[in-house]
């Protein structure tokens, strides 16, 4: 079952949005399927070609842009600049927002359209589930030949019952950020650091899934962050991002961190449209409208701050920080994780009876405060090579389930992880899974079998083991 909340808010509040007025349409970065999104992807591929041809060392070239967010080792002539992009910390959301803001104003310089304004793709949306068709032609600059091929084709499209409810959770987290590493997938924007890591553990919800899943899922360049950027469809994700971003700010009752200082004022440096390196930090991107001069046209967002405007402020975690979840047990694995090319892969968790209680007791609570029930499996690593593509959580899987169709109906949930192949958090809703068992299997927490299995997408696994290992499982409702 889908949790369709947002959905629902865009149908009751449509006529709000109306009464909004209309933007003007520089500064307003367009859904990729309307026709102000066709006549950007127009610009942004004459800019491609452009970049393209550009030599590797000047800032503007387009190897050099995508090297900006990551790079592959051993690159020649590295720039200290490079590989400089946030993830697993709390300013994945800022770090991105100042690179897609310099990047949209280099377009314009090499698009010779100074209206541009970066598309985004809204995975989410029912009519959006597949690559958009401008990216499948393959002569266009906007083709990568390296995502997978039913991608590109466009006969694959994400699947629904991940990627809306994903969003929808992110969208629910009322914390911007953790302070402790355990509790960031928890929380909509990561964990506090004090400097500047490039890939740190403590990934926000919104990173976790839905950004690494689709990431994973377009595979190819899009799949390693190392090569992510040099795709160009990989801005119009990160724009859809930055727009989740402002809508869940925009939903009331969430704040980001303003009164942290070592947020607000970590600056990142990157070039501008005239090569000249430009420092922002987060206190300079708060509102896109006032100074970084861009909005979404995006009709639910408007409606959403329309709303939350008119409602009475509610609990307010002003300091952004995430409070404790309301329950938690812990579990011990019964035995060490195994190795995931045997799929699938049964994890044995010892539900003992003295757990068994608390856990029908979490099942229920999450039933009655609409918490979010789920199982957390923190300090997972694995061999590099699984990282690019989706951790799979299935309950009582029958030993003989190789239907992909059979697979589907137990499946809890899954997760991914775009390169994080260490010490990550992996975070799969139960709730949905744990009804269906209550009500079609009879619910016996001592006899739950959780089995986990990587989702190759019809790839052979790689010769090489892929061991998992991990520090700790809990079950916990999350709020
Ligand atoms: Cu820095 Cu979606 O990646």
Not at 36 to 64: C, K, T
Request: glycine share 8%.
């Amino acid at each position: 079952m889908i949790r369709g909340k947002y959905q629902i808010m865009s149908a009751v509040l449509i006529g709000l949005a109306m009464s909004a007025g209309p933007l003007s349409a520089q500064g307003v970065r367009p859904n990729v399927n309307t026709p102000a999104g066709a006549q950007m992807l127009a610009s942004y591929a004459r800019a491609i070609e452009v970049m393209r041809r550009l030599p590797a060392n000047d800032p503007h070239s387009w190897s050099f842009q995508a090297n900006l967010h990551g790079f592959v080792a051993g690159t020649p002539n590295p720039s200290p600049m490079w590989g400089q992009c946030q993830h697993g910390n709390w300013w994945f959301l800022s770090w991105h927002r100042t690179y897609l803001h310099c990047f949209e104003k280099i377009i314009r310089v090499h698009s010779g359209d100074a209206n541009f304004a970066l598309p985004y793709w809204d995975w989410s949306d029912a009519t959006s589930r597949s690559l958009p068709t401008a990216f499948r032609a393959t002569g266009s600059p906007l083709y990568d030949g390296t995502r997978r091929a039913s991608v590109n084709n466009g006969s694959d499209a994400l699947d629904e019952s991940v990627i809306v409810s994903d969003v929808n959770y992110a969208l629910s987290r009322t914390a911007f950020f953790s302070v402790s590493l355990n509790d960031a997938a928890d929380t909509f924007g990561g964990v506090r650091v004090t400097e500047p890591s490039h890939f740190h553990a403590g990934s926000g919800a919104l990173e976790l899934s839905p950004h690494n899943y689709v990431h994973g899922w377009v595979g190819g360049n899009m799949g390693d962050p190392d090569r992510a950027a040099r795709d160009p469809l990989f801005f119009l994700h990160h724009a859809n991002v930055d727009r989740l971003w402002d809508l869940w700010l925009a939903s009331g009752d969430r704040a980001n961190p303003t009164s942290e200082p070592i947020w607000m004022n970590q600056g990142f440096t990157l070039f501008d449209e005239n090569k000249r390196p430009v420092t922002l930090a987060a206190r300079d991107m708060l509102n896109t409208r006032t100074q970084l001069n861009y909005v979404y046209a995006d009709r639910l967002l408007q409606a959403v701050r329309a709303a939350a405007a008119k409602r009475p402020p509610q609990v307010k975690f002003a300091s952004g920080q995430r409070p404790k979840p309301r329950v938690q047990l812990v579990l011990e694995p019964q035995k060490p994780w195994g190795d995931l090319k045997k799929v699938p892969m049964q994890i044995a968790l010892k539900i003992d009876a003295a757990e068994a209680g608390p856990l029908y007791q979490l099942a229920r609570k999450d039933k009655v405060a609409k918490g979010e029930l789920v199982l957390v499996v923190e300090g997972i690593s694995f061999g590099a090579g699984v990282a690019d593509s989706p951790l799979e959580l299935f309950l009582n899987l029958p030993a003989n389930a190789n239907q992909p169709a059979i697979k589907q109906r137990y499946l809890a949930d899954r997760t991914a992880f775009f390169g994080h192949a260490h010490n990550g958090t992996a975070r799969f809703r139960l709730g949905e899974a744990f009804e269906r068992v209550r009500t079609q299997e009879g619910f016996r927490p001592e006899a739950l079998t959780f089995t986990l299995a990587r989702n190759w997408y019809g790839a052979t696994p790689p010769a090489t083991p892929l061991p998992v290992t991990f520090k700790r499982v809990t079950i916990q409702v999350e709020q």
